[in-house]
């Protein structure tokens, strides 16, 4: 389908780009070729961008050439979705990593896409600012690559994810033509919505090459509180309980029993019963009403059964408490051979009995499942695990079976980590024919070529 | 272009949809006609919709006899977005007016597109629920309409438009298929967002039939003020210093001098200067915090200026305040036979700089402009008046002379009302030709036959 990258191919994108700009090392193909999922393939050639222009004559190339492109931040995704399974060029945009403005005024911020997650937000804060998104992974993460997959975290039950904070973007379309999309205020209906649409398309729609973040006010204050209860569907009843009695609290976090017994060693108390569950709440504001909102929110907790309770006022004891939550996936990682992360949502009322739900799939197929997440917007991390490297013959049908439930349950089978190419398969468990056509059609407008990203996201037809 | 509906078409689309949903009298054709803008062109026949099955049987037919389909939510617009300009059917969604569940654990909503939005949010406000969307003609309109364009008003600052609180959508393609769209979660990454492209397409990529509406717990209680400045730069400079000191209004709206002049009367205080500016500021949340934060706010607004100031605790109070402001609209329409309302959004640092440049287009080009709007979003309502009726030969030249203003300053020529008929000339002010040739491309891969609300959005090409 593609043409492989002849010497003739690489000495124009060379002169196109420049020397400097390619590399083809065997180690560096081999980092490139590959995410933080366990799927890997290597590029034919790295290319790495300083500025846009070099974009627009890549992809002006491809189309003549017919090589494919993958664009690619960090390689902090966990479904493949940067990893170029049609070889050809894997496109690097970590070397455009300038901020160019963060306006008080205004409220906004004008980033390149390689600019490193954390260190933005560390950047706006000192400005008094506060850019919301928290991916786990946003120590390594850009800001590309999280516009490209939406990436969300905690915050987002509070804040929304990254696509909220995206006013408008310039991107380079698989064609080669360059656009700005959006506006760099917080309202704006003229035309067609490209802004939201090339944010979460995976590098299959554009590649972003510059990005209009919206900013809002630091919240001067953060309180927190870690809960125990005897079981999920007592520890869920808190959460609903805690949403409708006025409070929106900034992160609302859940563990399951298995989690528990994973990290319970790094927690201040012993967690009650056969099936505990620990709630991590954290509420934002100013000083004055934060402490005043976890007293309440700490109140609701004892009033459903909290069994114990730690509150989490200063940023050493927040720490504390999000390392334990940060711990699950190290040890479960150091535990298990196995192990394959699965990112379902489900709506909030259905948390308590989908997650009870899940040892009937653990009896039927042989694995476990740890599950923890975000109980605030449903978002549940499973990660579903073996020790027996040799008795895995049945997981796909078992994770085939727990994603139909969550459709079945009116939930949707990935809330942050995207589909790239692990989750290909079971797309259309969620989505119709008529849609995943509709979006196929929208992928060819805009990549009659098929050249950017190829093979992502559709499940073969 | 489209073929006349004959009378055998009309019987053809009253087999399909029943008798009973078609009305052409004359009376009926007239209002339907008609948003509230000053355009108009009548339909051939009215066909109001009681349940998606018609939806899609309507768009099949018109796919087959090419004639034009134009939905319509309650006609509240104001850019001639629902004017049925081509002629064929105008498609009246208001039957479709059922909330079908509000659900307190989900915090999700279900509705029917003709729910009235003041309704809906009285009804969710009933069980503790917010959804925050507050168009400024939310007693008339209908949800479905607001996300055909992506509605906004005051409370966009801190809780965002129309389109961040839709989370999934049943449409109607206009090839007459059915689809669902979207999530009924806070998160959601399953291929390419159709939900938000669809939110904000004016009627043109889909129509909406069913919506998954995202609800929030409803904030305890609101405070306000007023406070008048000697002129707006000392005003935005408040704005300003209250949005970089912690605090995020849930409503930071201003007037100009033209405005308070027009209706100061109705204000407790005489507004000082030549060319004074108001601001209304309303905080919510907790009722301590809300108490503590207003005076907070007042105290930087004296800090910054203010020459007088009112505190409005009480709903009555805060009612008098938004009276004033509501009033604004009312005495331009009774005052001037000629009345252009803009809806141009510039960045927030650059309101007070954009509004005091405004006397020179009114020396150019003879018109006067009252600006007042959304101070905490950039979103000015700028309304383009003369008393002389005879003398607007070059209001078309001074107001693009403004929007060209408006997109230098970076900034998008409609903020709220969208583009519909009355802003196609201005499209391509702000939007290159790429960007417009994709657009259109997109409108094409969903609506080959152009039967869904045609000529409206892109300029002739």
Chains 1, 2 share one sequence.
């Not at 290597?42 to 500025?51: H, M, T």
């Not at 973040?213 to 079981?231: E, M, N, Q, S, Y």
């Not at 929208?442 to 950017?452: A, E, Q, T, Y």
Request: hydrophobic share 40%; net charge negative.
């Amino acid at each position: 389908m593609f043409n492989p990258l002849s010497d003739r191919i690489i000495q124009t994108i060379a002169g196109a780009l420049g020397r400097d700009a390619l590399d083809d090392r065997p180690e560096t193909l081999q980092e490139y070729g590959r995410d933080t999922s366990d799927l890997s393939a290597n590029p034919e050639i790295v290319v790495r961008a300083r500025e846009t222009a070099q974009v627009e004559a890549l992809l002006k190339l491809a189309n003549e050439y017919r090589f494919p492109v993958t664009p690619r931040g960090a390689g902090s995704g966990l479904a493949g979705g940067s990893v170029p399974v049609c070889g050809g060029v894997l496109l690097s945009l970590t070397d455009m990593n300038r901020i160019l403005a963060i306006d008080q005024h205004d409220l906004t911020a004008d980033v390149q896409p390689g600019v490193i997650t954390l260190g933005f937000r560390q950047e706006v804060r000192k400005q008094g600012l506060y850019y919301p998104p928290d991916p786990a992974g946003m120590e390594l993460s850009t800001i590309g690559g999280n516009a490209a997959t939406n990436a969300g975290g905690p915050a987002c039950l509070k804040y929304g994810t990254t696509r909220d904070y995206v006013l408008g973007l310039e991107a380079v379309l698989p064609t080669g033509q360059r656009i700005t999309t959006g506006t760099r205020t917080r309202k704006g209906v003229v035309g067609y919505n490209l802004t939201h649409l090339i944010v979460g398309s995976e590098g299959t729609l554009g590649v972003i090459t510059g990005l209009t973040l919206k900013l809002i006010p630091h919240p001067p204050a953060v309180r927190g509180l870690a809960a125990a209860f005897t079981d999920l569907p007592a520890a869920m009843a808190a959460v609903h309980k805690v949403l409708t009695s006025g409070h929106l609290p900034s992160a609302l976090e859940f563990m399951d029993h298995r989690s528990i017994k994973l990290v319970g060693d790094m927690l201040p108390f012993k967690v009650p019963g056969e099936r505990p569950s620990l709630l991590i709440i954290e509420t934002d504001g100013a000083e004055e009403q934060v402490d005043r909102d976890i007293e309440l929110i700490a109140g609701l907790c004892r009033q459903m059964g909290a069994t114990d309770l730690i509150m989490a006022g200063t940023e050493e004891e927040r720490e504390r408490v999000w390392g334990v939550r940060r711990e699950i996936s190290l040890r479960i990682h150091d535990n298990y051979p196995v192990y394959i992360p699965e990112d379902v949502v489900v709506p909030l009322g259905s948390i308590a009995a989908f997650v009870e739900g899940l040892p009937a799939f653990e009896d039927e197929y042989g694995f476990e499942v740890y599950a923890f997440g975000h109980a605030g917007d449903g978002n549940l991390h499973l990660n579903i695990v073996t020790t027996d490297r040799n008795n895995t013959d049945r997981f796909d049908e078992g994770i085939t079976a727990i994603l139909k439930k969550v459709v079945a349950s009116r939930g949707t089978i990935s809330g942050e980590h995207g589909i790239g190419l692990a989750k290909k398969p079971y797309m259309a468990l969620e989505l119709s024919a008529d849609s995943l056509e509709l979006q196929r059609s929208i992928k060819k407008v805009f990549d009659p070529n098929n050249v950017l990203n190829p093979n992502k996201l559709f499940p073969e037809a």
